[in-house]
């Protein structure tokens, strides 16, 4: 399927299997998490069962005129975990299988590098836009890049690299919810997202990753009580807000 088509059926249903950041499906692909002696644990063959059959169930109950897709770490980034050889593998099984379209991101919640990229990843935008090209090489399946993109030109720019065929934007979106219309009418200036800091390095240290999350969540929460996102919010006032509402379990990912 053709990115094309893929924009024809915007309009009509589809489905993502979450199969990133430490989530169920995730954690049986990581051989740091997946320590299973039988058919589901093991080799990278085992390990990626759960998905393709989760998929291949999907697809059984929903035809092939339905958009199935997913949402795959390029890596976990934990010692042991899955990393990107494997990844590429699983992307070249389930391109293999038909999937519609396959969207690559990074990290979990307990190792979250897509919320916690170093400076010059963060410059150059796009966290794993190398990862793309190892991606396409195998793949015919349309390709999404998600991770670290602030700019138009930086979208647009790797968009004509021919490594993805589409883009996702997710934090910008929290801070600008019209995003798309400013850029379709030119008007889009690029958000500068700082990372969410107290300013205390102990604090930011143990609870920086989940700080970042809660801050970005916040804003979503205010736009769906159709209020304006709060570019200026206070890191201290969300730290509070959540150890007022969750103790220190507000601050931990509450996976093992």
């Not at 924009?7 to 499906?25: D, T």
């Not at 949402?71 to 590429?88: H, R, W």
């Amino acid at each position: 399927m053709q990115t094309a088509k893929i924009a024809e059926q915007a309009g009509f249903s589809g489905v993502q299997i979450h199969a990133a950041h430490g989530y169920l499906i995730s954690q049986f692909l990581s051989p740091h998490h997946n320590r299973r002696q039988d058919q589901w644990g093991g080799s990278l063959e085992n390990r990626m069962r759960f998905l393709l059959e989760t998929y291949t169930a999907i697809r059984a109950a929903v035809g092939k005129d339905f958009l199935v897709g997913v949402k795959l770490n390029s890596a976990d980034f934990q010692k042991g975990g899955f990393d990107e050889s494997e990844s590429v593998q699983v992307v070249q099984k389930l391109s293999e299988m038909g999937i519609d379209f396959i969207e690559v991101s990074g990290g979990n919640y307990e190792s979250p590098h897509m919320l916690a990229a170093k400076d010059s990843t963060r410059k150059r935008e796009a966290f794993f836009i190398d990862y793309a090209e190892k991606a396409r090489a195998v793949s015919q399946a349309p390709l999404i890049i998600t991770g670290g993109f602030r700019s138009q030109n930086a979208m647009e720019d790797a968009l004509s690299s021919g490594h993805l065929d589409l883009v996702g934007v997710a934090r910008p979106f929290a801070l600008v919810p019209d995003l798309a219309n400013k850029m379709q009418n030119g008007t889009y200036q690029t958000v500068q997202t700082d990372r969410i800091q107290t300013g205390v390095a102990l604090v930011d240290k143990k609870a920086g990753a989940m700080l970042e999350m809660n801050w970005y969540m916040t804003q979503m929460d205010l736009i769906g009580q159709g209020k304006q996102p709060d570019p200026k919010l206070s890191a201290w006032k969300v730290l509070l807000k959540t150890l007022w509402e969750n103790g220190k379990a507000g601050l931990s990912t509450g996976r093992a």
